[in-house]
């Protein structure tokens, strides 16, 4: 089974801050990464698939990027509306998510 | 609008069986792969099962697998998550999503304790 590695756990950011979580990967992924937000009391909410795609209605200062077995997530611009809990997600060999990182306000 | 909605959560005595429900509006769902994943409280996402399309592929978690069954009905329109045998550490919040390689739809989820 592959293990996702979230790093870091938490971080504390102002808007305006660009902010990047990282997830590493026990193997080798090809291309079945994605990346999720969930807010406290909510389903989460997919951002990112298959590494770099951003999904639908997703605003464009998420991104995704890497390969092999480090991955990131990066928001350019932090919003208010971006503190948050965000999740990686792989499906190269079963299916597994990361640990999450806990965005929150500085 | 494509949307989920889960049912069947409660409370359960550890060792009890209980059966949670999906049913999924404004897509096709005969289509999919259809996936169940839990979050105990505070705690982080666990993919639970999956199910193919016709139901000819289901994959577990391997804590589950044996005491949980996945199963859909596309005549209905309906994904299930049958759990016999619960125990305390499978008390969590219980979400249907749609997808295999990602999950782009979920529910609001169902609440699952297990507990005497």
């Known amino acids: 089974d592959i293990q996702l590695t979230q790093s870091p756990s938490s971080v504390s950011a102002s808007v305006g801050d660009r902010v990047t979580i990282t997830c590493r990967a026990s193997?080798?992924?090809?291309?079945?990464l994605a990346w999720y937000q969930q807010k406290p009391g909510k389903a989460p909410k997919l951002l990112i698939y298959s590494v770099f795609n951003l999904q639908s209605g997703v605003p464009s200062r998420f991104s995704g990027s890497g390969s092999g077995t480090d991955f990131t997530l990066t928001i350019s611009s932090l919003q208010p509306e971006d503190f948050a809990t965000y999740y990686c997600q792989q499906a190269n060999s079963f299916l597994s998510f990361g640990g999450g990182t806990k965005v929150d306000i500085k | 609008e494509v949307q989920l909605v889960e049912s069947g959560g409660g409370l359960v005595q550890p060792g009890g069986s209980l059966r949670l429900s999906c049913a999924p509006s404004?897509?096709?769902?005969?289509?999919?792969?259809m996936t169940w994943v839990r979050q105990a409280l505070g705690k982080g996402l666990e993919w639970v099962a999956n199910?193919?399309?016709?139901?000819?592929?289901?994959y577990y978690v391997d804590s589950v697998r044996g005491r949980f069954t996945i199963s859909r009905d596309n005549a209905k329109n309906s994904l299930y998550l049958h759990m016999n045998s619960l125990r305390a550490e499978d008390t969590a919040v219980y979400y249907c999503a749609r997808g295999y390689y990602h999950y782009d739809t979920w529910g609001q989820g169902t609440l699952v304790i297990v507990s005497s």
């Open positions: 404004g897509f096709t769902f005969r289509n999919y792969w």
């Open positions: 193997q080798v992924i090809t291309s079945w």
């Open positions: 199910i193919k399309q016709d139901g000819s592929e289901k």
